[in-house]
């Protein structure tokens, strides 16, 4: 098995939606993570803070900025067989219907013996 | 995630939830925060959005989000007003402490101030519906069908009003909530009208009218057992929704003459009449809810349309008209009543009394009866030209269409 980190990039407004749709949100996700859990593919998953900084060399800037598609909101991480595995898991995910972009990129594991 | 049970949100619980963090949280730090208090709850809920997505929901949903929307609240007040008196009085609170009846007594009180508060009506329905049900503005835009600036428009100046009347405004106390009811009830009933009217397959939303206005109820109810005219509300609210599987065909309505009544739920109307058994005619005076819910009942109890007892329908008709001598819309519907057994004639010209008093709201109804009555004495073209009049006055989408096929049957 190998490991993959799925990132959740997506612009964090939330003003248009509705305690209703908001519900509806985080009941899908619940239900995408459970089957995850279910089949085994699920190793961990977490929100991030959206404040934070990103450092340049001789710069620090506040950032990242959540107002862009840019701002990773957060990110899972998968076990699966391969690339293939992982990327069709990924297109059930709810986040993807309101807009967000996904990037998989498989965790390379040099600690393993 | 994966070593805990998940327990899957019931329907609406946001929705629930909202109504009560706003009515706690105003309870606790007056309502003149009122506009604070709903942007820390909107806050809560949009990190409860991020979080509960990767984690799951916390064992005690409420808990936590009354906790969060507190935490957001202190800080805004703290920004607002360096140390202020109402800070010293609070202290931040543990999420398992907040017991659920707390949170019913303060949606009730809520309830009451905004019943009571000096606006039209349509206004108190709106602001109802968005600080106690928790509908954002397009579902009360959808709801109420007006545009959803109109609706931030009217939620914004409500946030002024209210901090305004909150200064003098002296909590209900519980003992004197008899003296509340008539104002309750009065927004309750708007609601379920609200949804009634034009509640559709397509617009859930309708429906959820109707479903909130009976959760409220349901609520004052733990405060007001033996409340006669509640039992009443809720028993009409009981009959009426029962029938909301027979009433919508693909694309429109279908008259209660045509309703498939096997259709009809049987548990709601069961539950209607346990509602309607709980008043004690004995010690209480026939009123408005009553009268319409004993209508509902005739209607729910009979077996076709045709073996419908018209004539006590038309006597609970006219005693709603003694109690309210001015409503058109009951005059109307007993003139309905009443072409199931009596001649055609004299009930048009009865009807063509009522023209002059008639406003836009009952344009409508009163052109589109006026027609079925001439329907009914077989006089095509009249019938015809007052169904096409009627149009005129509904932007009902199931209104047009129900009038439109009444046109093309005539036609054929």
């Known amino acids: 098995m190998k490991e993959f980190l799925l990132l959740i990039r997506e612009s964090s407004t939330y003003g248009n939606l509705s305690v209703e749709d908001m519900q509806a949100d985080i009941q899908e996700h619940i239900n995408w993570v459970e089957e995850l859990v279910a089949n085994g593919h699920f190793l961990e998953g977490n929100p991030l803070e959206a404040n934070g ?48 972009t996904l990037e998989i990129r498989e965790i390379i594991i040099t600690d393993e013996q | 995630m994966s070593n805990k049970d998940i327990d899957k949100l019931t329907d609406h619980l946001f929705r629930e939830y909202h109504g009560k963090m706003i009515s706690f949280l105003s309870a606790k730090f007056g309502y ?49 007003s360096v140390g202020s008196k109402i800070l010293n009085r609070i202290s931040y609170e543990e999420e398992e402490s907040i017991a659920s009846h707390e949170a019913e007594d303060s949606l009730l009180q809520l309830l009451i101030f905004f019943s009571k508060i000096n606006v039209s009506d349509r206004n108190k329905l709106i602001i109802s519906l968005f600080y106690l049900c928790g509908f954002g503005y397009s579902e009360i835009s959808r709801a109420i069908m007006l545009p959803v600036e109109t609706i931030k428009k009217i939620i914004l100046r409500s946030q002024v009003l209210i901090k305004k009347i909150a200064i003098q405004y002296e909590k209900c106390e519980f003992e004197s909530l008899h003296n509340e009811m008539p104002h309750l009830l009065h927004v309750l009933y708007l609601m379920f009208n609200e949804g009634f009217k034009s509640a559709q397959k397509r617009e859930s ?34 009959f ?27 548990n709601l109307i069961s539950e209607g009449y346990a509602y309607l058994n709980k008043i004690d005619l004995s010690k209480n005076r026939l009123n408005k809810y009553h ?66 008093m008639l406003n836009d709201f009952l344009k409508f109804p009163f052109y589109s009866t006026l027609a079925f009555l001439y329907e009914k004495g077989e006089k095509k073209e009249m019938a015809c030209h007052y169904y096409w009049c009627s149009l005129s006055y509904t932007n009902n989408q199931f209104d047009n269409e129900y009038i439109n096929l009444k046109l093309s049957l005539l036609h054929s």
């Open chain 2, 240 to 266: 009426h929704v029962s029938r909301f599987p027979a009433r919508i065909q693909e694309n429109g309505w279908i008259s209660i003459q045509f309703q498939n009544r096997t259709l009809w739920d049987k």
């Open chain 2, 32 to 80: 003149q925060q009122i506009d604070n208090i709903v942007d820390a709850v909107q806050e809560a809920f949009e990190i409860a959005l991020s979080e509960w997505r990767y984690k799951g929901t916390p064992k005690n949903c409420f808990g936590w989000l009354i906790y969060v929307s507190q935490n957001k609240l202190i800080n805004k007040i703290n920004r607002d």
């Open chain 2, 291 to 356: 009268l319409e819910a004993l209508i509902a009942s005739v209607h729910c109890s009979s077996p076709n349309y045709e073996k419908t007892d018209w004539r006590l329908i038309s006597t609970l008709y006219s005693q709603l008209e003694f109690l309210e001598p001015n409503a058109i819309a009951v005059k109307i519907n007993r003139v309905i009543a009443e072409s199931n057994y009596l001649p055609i004639t004299p009930l048009i010209e009865k009807m063509f009394d009522l023209e002059p």
């Open chain 1, 53 to 100: 900084v990103t450092l340049k060399k001789d710069m620090i800037s506040d950032g990242p900025y959540i107002e862009t598609k840019e701002c990773v909101s957060g990110y899972y991480k998968l076990s699966v067989k391969s690339l293939e595995e992982a990327t069709q898991l990924a297109k059930s995910c709810p986040d993807l219907k309101n807009g967000a």
């Open chain 2, 205 to 238: 939303i309708k429906k959820d009218l109707c479903f909130e206005a009976i959760r409220l109820s349901v609520l004052v109810k733990k405060y007001q057992e033996d409340h006669c005219e509640l039992n009443a509300l809720l028993a009409l609210f009981f």
